[in-house]
């Protein structure tokens, strides 16, 4: 079964410095998103990307975040300079026609 | 606003016993509903969805119920098994609003006992 996927697994970074969480969605899928889980939280929406472009975007997702889609098939999440409370687990997830979305496995991210 | 919640956050059955899992969402606006299930460090997996025209559907031992006059979703999971342990979010789509997000719930924990 086709999946997504995510590295790296795990990620510590400095508080201060720039991480790049890298996914491969599935191939023919023409919709991507960002969402983040806080331990114990729920998952939280943090942007969608279609078209080559950012279509909707949470309080979260301010100027410190950004996403590319620099080929066919990688979406990349850049925090700029990470904050402590940036440690979460972070989740990609696609669709190819707005329904059955799947979501990879996540990358945690620890800022110390 | 969107809102999706969870009437229990942690249900505790027998093995071998069915387990209902009870979801509440406010938006009137969603058209699709979805049932992940997580386990310890991994990512949300899909489970079962239905569509806001259905009220009800059937996958293997797990059944969605969809009750559009009070807002209320429910997983029914038949003859539970220890791998069913795992947290169960219901996450709902806004057809209208943008690229049409996911919008999750607070989610509950399912323990299965021996």
């Known amino acids: 079964e086709p999946e997504v996927t995510q590295t790296p697994s795990h990620q510590v970074t400095q508080m201060g410095q720039e991480v790049i969480l890298r996914c491969v969605p599935i191939s023919n899928h023409l919709y991507f998103y960002w969402y983040r889980q806080i331990l114990g939280q729920k998952v939280e929406f943090l942007v969608s990307?279609?078209?080559?472009?950012?279509?909707?975007k949470s309080e979260i997702f301010d100027d410190q975040f950004s996403v590319e889609r620099p080929d066919g098939s990688n979406f990349t999440l850049k925090i700029r300079s990470t904050k402590l409370e940036d440690s979460a687990m972070y989740f990609c997830?696609?669709?190819?026609?707005?329904?059955?979305?799947?979501f990879g496995s996540g990358t945690r991210l620890t800022v110390v | 606003g969107e809102s999706v919640g969870l009437h229990l956050p942690t249900l505790s059955v027998q093995e071998g016993d069915n387990s209902i899992i009870n979801c509440a969402y406010s938006n009137s606006a969603s058209d699709y509903f979805i049932w992940y299930k997580q386990e310890s460090g991994k990512g949300p997996q899909f489970i079962i969805d239905?569509?806001?025209?259905?009220d009800k559907r059937q996958g293997q031992r797990v059944t969605v119920l969809l009750n559009k006059t009070v807002k209320h979703l429910s997983l029914q999971i038949a003859a539970t098994q220890p791998g069913d342990s795992a947290v169960y979010f219901c996450?709902?789509?806004?057809?209208?609003?943008?690229?049409?997000?996911?919008?999750f719930g607070q989610g509950t924990r399912l323990t299965i006992n021996p």
């Open positions: 997830a696609s669709t190819q026609n707005l329904f059955g979305y799947t």
């Open positions: 996450a709902e789509r806004d057809r209208i609003q943008g690229a049409q997000k996911l919008v």
């Open positions: 239905i569509r806001s025209n259905m």
């Open positions: 990307f279609y078209n080559n472009e950012i279509s909707e």
